[in-house]
């Protein structure tokens, strides 16, 4: 089974991007899970304009974003929360990818993660982003998980320092690759 997981942030010392490394080092030992980990970078691409559509085509960024989703058995994304909803970056490359027949979303198991330095830690974020991706055909876990406080949780390794939180993300993971595999008809 094969994950593709990125931090939806371009910020070189982003709390998500710290949060993904810690959730790929946990798939990475899961037996079977083979980990994309993805820079948000590869995927850079200009706001959605129809002309530029019309014109071009889809952007470089986009294709690369739609190849990777399309090798991809499942999605874990980190995201960031900006003013109590999904970032414009994700949600412009979502609307890019969704231009493409069939949508590369269609059918794929997502999980939903996010880190904020505030107290809510970007849950308002993941609920927001379950709105387009369900609507294109994603199946987003129900089950999330937000870290608040994360510019304090992290260790000088990158490892989350709370024991509890890393078993919290553990076990997530965990029952999140066992739905990928049911959904797949994995045995
Ligand atoms: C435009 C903007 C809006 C933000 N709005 C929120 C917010 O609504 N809730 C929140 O918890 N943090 C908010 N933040 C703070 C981000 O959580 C913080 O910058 C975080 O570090 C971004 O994620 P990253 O570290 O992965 O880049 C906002 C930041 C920016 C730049």
Not at 102 to 114: A, D
Not at 163 to 182: E, G, M, P, T
Request: glycine letters at 10%.
């Amino acid at each position: 089974m094969r994950i593709l997981a990125f931090a939806a942030s371009l910020r070189a010392a982003s709390f998500n991007r710290k949060l993904i490394k810690q959730a790929v080092t946990i798939l990475r030992v899961a037996p079977g899970v083979e980990v994309d980990l993805a820079d948000f970078h590869e995927f850079e691409m200009p706001m959605y304009d129809g002309d530029l559509e019309a014109r071009d085509g889809i952007p470089a960024g986009g294709r690369e974003f739609i190849r990777r989703i399309q090798e991809a058995d499942g999605l874990v994304i980190a995201t960031p929360e900006y003013n109590g909803c999904i970032p414009g970056t994700l949600k412009n490359a979502i609307d890019w990818a969704s231009r493409t027949d069939p949508i590369p979303f269609e059918g794929k198991p997502i999980l939903l993660i996010g880190a904020s330095p505030g107290g809510l830690g970007a849950v308002r974020s993941l609920w927001h982003s379950r709105v387009p991706l369900e609507t294109i055909g994603a199946h987003v876990y129900p089950e999330m998980m937000g870290l608040p406080r994360a510019h304090q949780a992290f260790d000088d390794n990158g490892s989350l320092q709370d024991a509890n939180l890393l078993s919290r993300l553990q076990r997530l993971l965990l029952s999140y690759i066992d739905f990928v595999r049911k959904l797949h008809g994995y045995s």
